[in-house]
């Protein structure tokens, strides 16, 4: 089979280039020469694959409600908008062994024993043999026997058996493994990632196949390859999880079908990933007795909200620079709100360390908490408990205003379900109509809140 000519682009400015160089001779940025393929073969193999369309005024297009195959694990269904879409594509990333393999292999099993969907499943693994993803569907107790499975990773044989068995869905294990004979670069490298996610996204688009690639992720967190990866496929979701612990989480980080943000929690027990439908009380720690530097507060993660426990140490520090440290949450904020503490109220911190952790592993983005950050430092430094049974959320400007956040009748309504009775939250977010069983204690101002606390 002849070989496509290789060439050289810049990824900074798209120069190209017939061999490689440490600089760019357009933009003359270095080090930003990457292996491509020219425009020709390539591009011909491509344009076959796709549907042939003409000019059309937007408001003559006929809009369909799309039929979405629910996977029945209702905490993926819920990060992937209501299930699996046809010719949608789905990066799903995480650290090795968090789980990615374990939950489609579930969510496949549970799609083609639906006797209503007949379903045509291809699981396609480039990492493990037949046997070893047998021995693990054995292992979990699945239903395995409609799931067809192919260990390759040339990109040609794949796509002619797809294109001859035609499957409803096709999982890709993992895309780094597989390489096309028209690239001489080793599979893994950006070259190979981009032309065989491209090549299997055009398949998936024109055959109506819901295509899942699993994506390795780098040391940072992020996943591994070129960065176009991302906007090729129509949702991104990321493993979450401390390996240390049972506990994982999936986000969506882009999805053209459902929200973005949401939140899938899961458990991994010795048969697989059990959905965790009421993740408030996973990160609530239940302490016997009241602490000191203990804060609950809630988050809105997509469209639910959840109540997590902040905890705050602050001790005297015994070096020349305090150390502020936070797990779970951005460093760089938690300066700013140390600062506004010691000019809007008067509590200073400059001679202690701080620690500050988000109970179980989740990760905060969200400025809502900020208020209870405070509250639990405050907590820990002026040795006061806080009482239990009183929630605390809201954004903390640098004028020492307590501003609103969104949706804050959805989260008192969760904190009322689980059984809060007092809530400080900003003014702006007071409800409307009494919430049944909670009291509503709305602040303007940081030194109301602190004030409230004591």
């Not at 799609?111 to 993803?133: A, F, H, K, R």
């Not at 693990?136 to 107790?141: D, F, G, I, S, T």
């Not at 804060?295 to 705050?312: F, V, Y």
Request: glycine share 8%.
């Amino acid at each position: 089979m002849p070989k496509s000519k290789i060439i050289y682009q810049c990824t900074e400015c798209g120069g190209q280039s017939t061999k490689w160089q440490g600089q760019c001779l357009h933009c003359f940025a270095w080090n930003t020469l990457v292996e491509s393929l020219s425009e020709g073969k390539g591009v011909k193999r491509y344009a076959s694959l796709a549907k042939s369309n003409k000019l059309t005024k937007l408001n003559e297009v006929e809009t369909v409600d799309i039929l979405k195959r629910q996977t029945k694990i209702s905490e993926f269904d819920r990060v992937l908008g209501g299930g699996f879409v046809p010719g949608g594509v789905i990066l799903l990333g995480g650290d090795p062994g968090i789980g990615k393999s374990t939950i489609l292999i579930q969510a496949l099993s549970k799609i083609t024993q639906d006797p209503s969907d007949l379903c045509n499943v291809i699981y396609i693994s480039g990492e493990e043999s037949s046997q070893q993803i047998a021995m693990r569907a054995k292992r979990l107790e699945l239903e395995v026997s409609d799931i067809s499975i192919l260990s390759e990773i040339n990109l040609e044989k794949i796509v002619q058996t797809i294109e001859k068995n035609k499957p409803n869905v096709v999982v890709i294990d993992s895309i780094q493994t597989i390489y096309s004979e028209e690239i001489t670069s080793a599979p893994g490298s950006v070259t190979q990632v981009r032309e065989c996610s491209a090549q299997l996204t055009r398949i998936a688009k024109q055959l109506d196949i819901t295509m899942i690639l699993v994506g390795h992720v780098t040391k940072e967190g992020t996943l591994a390859g070129p960065r176009v990866l991302e906007h090729i496929v129509d949702t991104v979701l990321y493993f979450e999880g401390d390996p240390n612990s049972s506990f994982r989480m999936i986000r969506a980080f882009k999805n053209r079908y459902g929200a973005v943000n949401e939140l899938g929690v899961f458990a991994m027990t010795e048969k697989g990933l059990k959905e965790v439908t009421n993740p408030s009380a996973l990160f609530l720690s239940h302490h016997h007795e009241q602490v000191n530097g203990s804060c609950i507060t809630c988050i809105q993660e997509g469209s639910r909200p959840m109540l997590i426990e902040i905890q705050a140490l602050v001790d005297g520090s015994h070096g020349q620079s305090p150390k502020r440290l936070s797990v779970g949450l951005d460093q760089n904020r938690l300066a700013m709100l140390l600062a506004s503490l010691n000019r809007h109220a008067g509590v200073a911190c400059y001679d202690q360390d701080v620690f500050v952790n988000a109970v179980g592993g989740v990760k905060i983005t969200e400025p809502g908490v900020d208020l209870a950050i405070l509250c639990a430092i405050v907590s820990s430094f002026k040795d006061q408990s806080l009482d239990q049974k009183t929630v605390i959320f809201g954004e903390i400007g640098l004028a020492g205003e307590v501003r609103p956040v969104q949706r804050g009748q959805e989260r008192l309504k969760e904190a009322a379900k689980l059984g809060f009775t007092r809530a400080i939250i900003p003014k702006a977010n007071q409800a409307k109509q009494k919430i049944k069983g909670i009291e509503i204690l709305p602040v303007e101002n940081l030194s109301q809140a602190l004030n409230l606390i004591k």
